[in-house]
């Protein structure tokens, strides 16, 4: 029998979202009356904006003739996108990012979970607790980890708890690691990295030569003008950090599937003895071997998000969604729950009632409110006894929602 | 330093065709004057079917709108397209495939890049030589194989050459092996497994208890009625194979990007101690956890393909590209050329003149008649001697192309 990949079995049962899926469908099977209003998985519920969808069309009748087909893309991008990539997600902050630095992808979740390839089986690798399972799940697939223990921790991960006491901001490891998972805003607490606490982790990965994965595709929603929106606004990060965003949670493209990855040119891995290989040349090699670039008309809609049109229309859409999440916060504080992020996030990290863990408040919820919401122990150990909920949803949906949760 | 993955180091200098474009591209460069006819990497030409592109554009203007926008899709598929796979691609021609067991993805090269990811490291694989370097790279990239030789061969690989002397058929191996990557129609040769071809080798997988990765993603170009176009047309083919299916090269769709990956339920992959697993769970864990879906407006224009317009339309341009083939094999022939492939296959395999080695006649080509060929090299030292042509071109560039080599 060909033997299978073990690391494999080593995986808590059932991703997490799947999972949520599955009790979310048994209840709807068996309570085919409830009007049950999704505010787990973080999946957007708006439209794409116009301009968006009409470059999209365009770009399906060009492919429709000979005269303006195109087939494969680039393996990096197209100019048209990539060159807009670096200049309004970048240049128009004072960060330098060159266009051929970025990477286009058909997901973040693809991308946080296919970097891990081009680092040495061996290297330690350090998560936030909670953390979004990706970075966690892809690692102990690779065989970067032993057995999970009780609490669902993998055996040869540094765990960075990330609590209420600390202010959800990632505590440095004790000691050393070669990788770091950092996601601001978070996923799944909705805390930011103030410009302080991301200088101390540039610091700490310079110092410990360590490279920083830094998951950044919340950064619309940053409120607040001191919070940094890329971590290339850090000086000196670019030698020691990878910046991933995506299209999904700002234009709306969660089921059109387009993010990008910078790997600056500066940024080196090492090896036992060949000396240091850029990780650029890698991760080009890796993308180019084993992914083809991404759809046509896919990456004309993500052009349009920089037309003034459609940045406008992707400004609205977030304000819409951080609409939600004030009014949630507002309304749960007031019925006594305590609750974090939601200022500069789309997601609220809410607590427990007294007595009641995360995955029973989930069935709570489910149950006496019809209102899906994600357990925080799904996160990791250090989410037990969170919710979270995901502000992207219909206004009269979330008003409906909070006032049953209200009524519990 | 982080240390990166050194098997990446392992392989040979930049990936195929990534280095036909560099050639190309500086030849272009130092002679502007030159009209280059590409028939070199295997990209179609010819624009999306028009039923295709409305079903897109279509899906484009869904999204617009909250009422029918869709969000991430789910992680196998949507059982429209699923559901017309299972039927049109299988069941029409007696075979059976449940949708359930259908995995959309947004390339056959990544599924063939990322299916080794599911198997234990210290599995044997068996690849043909000449071969599609995507299987070879991938299992090089994750640490499968020592180095290569001065021929290219990586240690710890089992090469079963193809040649002329055994019909581009590749043998079976001498030993056991785990894991073998079987393609037919060939990419690169042009060849056709045979029934028998398949049934032997699908007797081997049993025996052995290994697994086969199948690429079909050629099959609409076979014309002979008694060459398979699914290896689960051989008897116990479902117990022992995967197989990899591509919208590429029938629908056009090299730059929308579709594809998918059959995983029959009955497959099973081995452990050191716990018993068999289902490949189909630990394939839909990899996908539900490192992927997140094909765009929905993709979806929708590769389900187009099944209606009646799609299907006619589809079959039209291969038929055309055949046309070419065909064209390419007579006129080659009569220039004194020993050509095989091209009969159920848009890939023409071109004995190199006497003297002339494989990236020697690529450069002849391109620098005497402008065109860009593929060295048979790049595939495989047993591919020296050889260069691919591709039939995915315009008619009158054939053409041209074609009264250019003759005046060699």
Redesign the interface.
Known sequence: ??????N??K?KAG?LF?EIGRRTANFAVSHPEAAIIKMG?G????????P??DA??DA??E????E??????P?QGYDFLLDAIAEHEFGSRGVTVAADEIFLS??A??DS??LQ???????IVALTDPVY??YC??NV?A?RTGDADSSGRYAGLVYLPCTADNGFSPPLPEGHV??IYLCSPNNPTGAVMSKQDLARWVDYARRE???IIFDAAYEAYINDAEIPHSIYEIDGAREVAIEMRSYSKTA?F????CAFTVVPKEL?????G?G??S?HS?WN??Q???????????QR?AAACYTPEGSAAVRDLVEFYMGNAALMKTELTAAGYTVFGGDNAPYLWIVCPPGIDSWGFFDVLLQKANVVSTPGAGFGSAGEGYVRLSAFQ?RDRVEEALERIRQL
């Open positions: 029998m060909a033997l299978l990949n073990e494999y079995l995986l991703y799947p998985i999946d957007v519920v708006r439209g794409i904006p116009r968006v969808a999209m069309k399906c009748e492919l429709a003739h000979d303006s087909f195109h087939g494969y893309p393996a058909d997901g979740k693809c979970a296919n390839e081009i680092f040495a089986i061996d290297q399972p990706v799940d892809s697939m065989g070669d990788l030569k360590a490279v709306g969660t089921g059109v599937r080196l891995g090492g090896t036992r060949d240091d290989v990780l890698l090699r890796r180019s071997t084993k992914y083809n670039g991404v759809s046509y008309p896919v809609g219909q």
